[in-house]
Structure formats: structure tokens, C-alpha cells
């Protein structure tokens, strides 16, 4: 049973003026309990606090807010308690409040003095956590490698943490580096999802992204990276996606973003997407003859083209607004009379095709 002074506290939580005050109260006593006996009833009045259930807390409450923006303030506020916090039980029960609200229960810190990032999890159906430490160079990096990041020597961290998740983690690093390597990673959609942000920063300094060999991307993955490259502050130049499972919808996607005002693209590689036949380089070629593409550089071999892709590419090329300098055919079971018309551009003064290579 709780005492006058709790009876008091638990009076005053009740009187709270918003959501977020009432959460921050509530966690505030529960971290004062010396015995942890309150620990229960914060979880479960977070819990109560999901939008599904506000509304048995609105008699409770003499204003109203936002729900997300209540649940996000007090997200933030849990998670800087929790790097705070220096006892284990107090800290734990910090991550099931995280839980409680649907937020993942990890907590991100950068130090940027000593270039490390440190990552706190709770550990699944464990009463336990688990902290791993990612050292980052102080200085700019040049070129970031997930692979780095995914294992180490002592232990392999995708048992706890997704390919995805690392990822996720470590953008603030991926936004500040010129070139990513994030190939063959099993990444899925999600990690263009946190790319995207990365890519839309401020602070962006990205030109070169290494995609390839991801087959879990998809055309679903290709689309939030193209939501990116249209965007005003991307920079990126150099976009490797072969080997990604892609269709003819991505080059739909990547069509719409090369003819963006905003779009600085210059090399696309998209070799060894078998899927994407004819129809996705016609697609590609309406951006090809845009006045506002930049690419220069296209990668199309082994993606299952025809005599058409030659008909398209040539068409595309002619246009006085075309960029292209150099294209990559090769792979694709064509002959000499298929790229004919294509062969008879390359170094004519009238067009920029310089080099192109279309054999087996």
C-alpha cells in the first residue's frame, strides 16, 4: 500500500496538464522507488497512453495534445533517462517503457570526442542488456563500409541486430562520408528508407552509393531511394544498384528522378537485373532525351535486352539533349547488326556516345 506522501505524488500525476506531463511524472516516481514497486504500473500506463486507448485517459487530462507528439516527447525523454541512468534495473525497465509505446527498444548515443557510437538494446525475453560500441574515425570519412560494421572478430551482431538495424544506426556516419559501400549486405526497403534520409540531409556530403548485390531491395526499395535523388540537397553522382532484383517499375521510378531539376546523377549501373528487359529501357531512354538528365555513364549488361533496347537507346541518344558519353550492353545475346544503329554514333561529332560495349 502506498504511503500519505505516495498517495500525495500519485495525486499530483493525475492532475498532469498534458500527456507528456503525465508520462514524465510517472516516470520520474517510478525512478524514485527505492523497491522498483511502481516500475509495473508506468508500463502499463504508457501502454494505456497508445492512441488506441487515449481516450480512457482524456478524463484524466485537463488539456489535450497530439498523441504523437506527446508519445515522441516522451520517447526522447526515456531515452536520454536511459543514458543517464547508471543503475541495471532501473535502466531496463526504461527499455520496456520504450516497448510500451511501439518504439524499438534501442537507444543510439554518438560521442563525437572520441568517435565512438554506442548502441543499447534489450535483449529479446532477456532480463538484460546488451551495449555494442561502433568506433568511428573523428575526421570526414571518405568511404564507409557496412561490411565493417555488421561483424567483427568477436562475435557476429546480426544474431541481435538486422543488417537494417546496423544501418540505421550508423546514418549520422553514412550523411557525413562521400562514398558508401553497402554491397552484398542483405539489406531490405527499409535501409533506403534511412538512406533516403541520409541523402536528404543538410549535412549530406554523399556522391557515391554501392548497392549492388542486395536482392531484398527491389523496385519497393529503388522507389524510396528515388524520392531522394530528386531532392534538392542529394548530391549523390554515382548509383550502383546491379544485382537487386529490379523490373521494369525501377527504371519508372529512376526515369522520373533523372529528369528532376535537382537531380545530379551522373553513373548508373543497373547490370545483372535480368527482369528488366525492353520495357524498362524504354522507360530509362524518356529520361535519357530529358533536357534536365545528367547521366553520362549507364550500365545495362546481362538484363535480358533485345534488338528493341538498341532501337530505344539509339533514339534516345540522338536527341541534342542526351549526356550519355559511355554504355555497357554487354551480356545481352545481341549482335552486331542490333546495335548497328548504335555502333554508328559512337565518336560521330554530332552526338557525346564515346564508348560502348555490347559484346558477350
Known amino acids: 500500500m502506498p504511503d500519505q506522501q505516495q498517495t500525495s505524488q500519485l495525486s499530483a500525476l493525475f492532475r498532469a496538464a498534458t500527456l507528456h506531463d503525465l508520462h514524465k511524472t510517472a516516470v520520474d516516481l517510478a ?3 527505492k523497491n522498483g514497486h511502481l516500475d509495473l504500473f508506468l508500463r502499463f500506463l504508457l501502454g494505456l497512453s497508445l492512441e488506441s486507448n487515449q481516450n480512457l485517459l482524456r478524463p484524466l487530462l485537463s488539456q489535450t495534445r497530439s ?7 516522451t520517447v526522447q525523454c526515456v531515452k536520454q533517462m536511459i543514458r543517464d541512468q547508471n543503475k541495471s534495473d532501473r535502466k531496463i525497465n526504461l527499455f520496456y517503457c520504450l516497448n510500451e509505446l511501439n518504439h524499438h527498444a534501442v537507444v543510439e548515443d554518438i560521442d563525437r570526442s572520441s568517435g565512438t557510437l554506442c ?11 546488451k551495449r555494442f560500441e561502433f568506433e568511428i574515425p573523428k575526421e570526414q570519412l571518405d568511404e564507409f563500409d557496412l561490411q565493417k560494421y555488421i561483424k567483427t572478430p568477436e562475435e557476429d551482431l546480426t544474431e541481435l541486430l538486422s543488417p537494417d538495424e546496423v544501418l540505421q544506426k550508423l546514418v549520422p556516419v553514412v550523411t557525413t562520408s562521400t562514398s558508401a559501400r553497402l554491397d552484398r549486405c542483405n539489406l531490405t526497403e527499409k535501409s533506403c528508407s534511412y538512406l533516403t534520409s541520409a541523402l536528404t540531409s543538410h549535412s549530406s556530403s554523399l556522391t557515391q552509393l554501392n548497392l549492388e548485390g542486395n536482392e531484398l531491395l527491389g523496385d519497393s526499395g529503388v522507389e524510396l531511394l528515388c524520392s531522394a535523388l530528386s531532392h534538392q540537397n542529394c548530391k549523390l553522382e554515382e548509383l550502383q544498384l546491379e544485382e537487386c532484383n529490379l523490373t521494369e517499375k525501377s527504371c519508372s521510378y529512376l526515369a522520373s528522378a ?5 537531380s545530379s546523377l551522373t553513373q548508373l549501373n543497373l547490370g545483372d537485373n535480368e527482369l528488366l528487359g525492353d520495357s524498362g529501357v524504354e522507360l530509362l531512354c524518356s529520361a535519357l532525351s530529358h533536357q534536365n538528365c545528367k547521366l553520362e555513364e549507364l550500365q545495362l549488361y546481362n538484363c535480358n535486352l533485345t534488338e528493341k533496347s538498341c532501337s530505344y537507346l539509339a533514339s ?7 549526356s550519355l558519353t559511355q554504355l555497357e550492353l554487354g551480356g545481352n545475346n545481341l ?6 544503329q548504335l555502333s554508328a554514333l559512337v565518336n560521330d561529332p554530332h552526338y557525346k556516345l564515346e564508348r560502348l560495349n555490347w559484346s558477350l
Open 258 to 262: 533523372l529528369t528532376s531539376h535537382s
Open 31 to 33: 525512478l524514485q522507488s
Open 67 to 73: 498523441q504523437s507528439q506527446s508519445s515522441e516527447q
Open 335 to 340: 549482335s552486331a547488326s542490333d546495335v548497328e
Open 119 to 129: 548502441v543499447d538494446m534489450l535483449l529479446p525475453g532477456e532480463w538484460e542488456t
Open 316 to 322: 534516345a541518344l540522338t536527341s541534342h539533349s542526351s
